[in-house]
């Protein structure tokens, strides 16, 4: 739950809050005064403040500047009724998220509050990049032990330590804001901002304005001064998604920051300093725009001081499987029970997929399969049919397929008469008890020896399991203690 804290000294503001975020995903706590919200502050914990600029008592300012004191990443968006007021400008510089006017426009109040609490969420949640995620409780975290991801994690553990400028490269969806994240949760600048801009999905007339702000009456529209990003983000972390679509105008503004820290406002003159470690991401080959002249080329050159390339998932399917259980116990927190798991013969189907939507589409993909699977394992049948018909036509088995033995993945009753066939050419053998030993190896090994996931796999009970592995003599045989 997003907790929202609002300090005015209005009634009929708070009552309008109350109204607008009667939601069971915001919890609103109220204060009249920053005195008060001061006090409150380290009880309710809150994800976001709205405030008030004018107040009796402690002013605005004087309560935001002991806010940043407490917290210097809690984000705080100021209100006022004086659009052309400095005291909204000053606060901004303060470290303020951004300022609202009075009345309130209700779905624009809305998108701000929304957009703040998702940079809020992104700066608290602590991006992991251990190679090796050995247990099943990890938060947010960059998974893969493959040799590409590998030298990924090694360049995150030297960029973190610098403030040198690095430029991210992959297919879409590969998960370059998560490397971006990662970067700065282990930077000297962590305790600071982060703010994500994509460049792709700003219009190009309000880019420049999003990034820089703008002086009031530089643009039709523009009815009170603005502060951009850059100003919002001083001594913080800005990610710049996309930067391959970003406009000429705006490269050439991008490229003066770079060189000389300072900025201008849309319809201003006034010089601007801007303390910005700048971390930079595209799907599109830079070298070949910068060639063909849609890219600078001395803009390219400042942003490409480190490179990290992420892998398409296609080049790197050892990590399919361990991004197949993260999205698992990742998924497990919305649904009851405990995180369910995959049948061998869909993981198989997984990972030979092409996977042309990389990480998220496979994240798309299990979240699918989670709604479509009625029982404790994901199936090929849960799966989308352009995943599941390759398997199928290769020959791998249909829906039922099972791995037992030798016997490979076949239907159910074409696996019953090949049994029962064996068995006529060898009276003495026990058709069940030797059908359920080999189903206990063959979940242990496809699930690592973890018990949870094969008693699971098998749809039985942990101490079931642990019975048979007892009743036929297996631990030695797979080393399980």
Same mark, same amino acid.
């Given at each position: ?29 109220? *204060? ?22 004018? !107040? ?13 004191? #407490? ?7 100021? !209100? ?32 701000? /509050? +929304? ?7 992104? !700066?608290?949640? /602590? ?32 960029? *973190? =330590? ?25 930077? +000297? ?12 999905? #700003? ?42 679509? !970003? ?6 503004? #991008? ?12 319809? $201003? ?13 595209? +799907? ?16 390219f050159y400042r942003l490409n001081v480190v490179r990290i390339h992420i892998a398409p998932l296609r080049e790197r399917r050892e990590d399919i499987k361990l991004l197949v259980n993260y999205f698992l116990n990742k998924f497990a927190k919305d649904q009851p029970g405990p995180p369910r798991s995959i049948a061998p013969v869909a993981l198989k189907a997984l990972e030979k997929y092409h996977w042309p939507g990389n990480v998220r589409e496979l994240e798309n993909i299990i979240r ?36 037992? $033995?030798? =016997?490979? =993945? *076949? ?5 019953? &008469? ?5 068995? &006529? ?5 026990? #058709? ?17 020896? +973890? ?31």
């Open positions: 739950m997003n907790k929202l804290l609002l300090i005015d000294d209005e009634a009929d503001v708070q009552y309008s809050f109350q109204r607008i975020f009667d939601s069971p995903e915001i919890e609103l706590t109220t *204060a009249s005064s920053g005195e008060e919200a001061l006090r409150l502050l380290p009880k309710v914990k809150p994800d976001l403040v709205m405030m008030d600029v004018r !107040m009796g008592g402690l002013s605005g300012l004087e309560t935001l500047r002991r806010i940043r004191q #407490i917290d210097s990443k809690l984000l705080v968006i100021l !209100m006022t009724a004086y659009g052309t007021t400095q005291t909204a400008i000053e606060a901004m510089k303060l470290g303020a998220y951004d300022y609202l006017l009075k009345p309130f426009d209700v779905p624009k109040l809305k998108e701000l /509050v +929304n957009n703040a609490l998702k940079a809020a969420r992104d !700066m608290k949640q /602590v991006v992991s990049y251990q190679p090796l995620l050995e247990t099943e409780d990890y938060e947010l975290g960059i998974v893969g032990r493959s040799e590409p991801m590998q030298q990924v994690f090694k360049l995150i553990g030297q960029l *973190a =330590a610098s403030d040198a400028t690095a430029l991210i490269t992959g297919e879409s969806g590969t998960g370059k804001e998560l490397v971006a994240r990662a970067i700065y949760h282990h930077s +000297n600048r962590s305790q600071q901002p982060f703010l994500a801009v994509n460049c792709a999905a #700003i219009p190009e007339q309000l880019l420049e304005s999003e990034l820089f702000g703008h002086e009031r009456g530089s643009f039709t529209g523009a009815t009170m001064q603005r502060v951009g990003k850059f100003e919002q983000c001083n001594r913080g972390t800005l990610f710049l998604d996309e930067i391959g679509d !970003m406009t000429p105008a705006t490269q050439t503004k #991008i490229l003066r920051v770079l060189q000389s820290g300072t900025f201008e406002r849309v319809g $201003g003159n006034q010089p601007i300093k801007a303390d910005v470690r700048i971390i930079a991401a595209t +799907n599109k080959p830079l070298e070949q725009a910068v060639a063909a002249r849609q890219f600078r080329e001395d803009l699918r399969a989670l709604v479509m699977s009625k029982g404790e394992a994901i199936l090929l049948t849960d799966l989308p049919a352009e995943v599941s018909g390759q398997l199928q036509a290769g020959g791998a088995g249909g829906p039922m397929a099972l791995p037992v $033995g030798e =016997a490979g =993945a *076949a239907d159910i009753t074409n696996l019953a &008469r090949q049994l029962f066939q064996w068995a &006529r050419r060898e009276p003495k053998m026990r #058709i069940i008890p030797a059908v359920e030993r080999e189903l206990v190896i063959q979940a242990l090994k496809e699930t690592e020896g +973890n018990q949870v996931h094969a008693a699971k796999l098998l749809g039985i009970t942990r101490a079931t399991l642990r019975k048979r592995v007892e009743k036929f003599g297996i631990q030695r045989e797979l080393n399980i203690k």
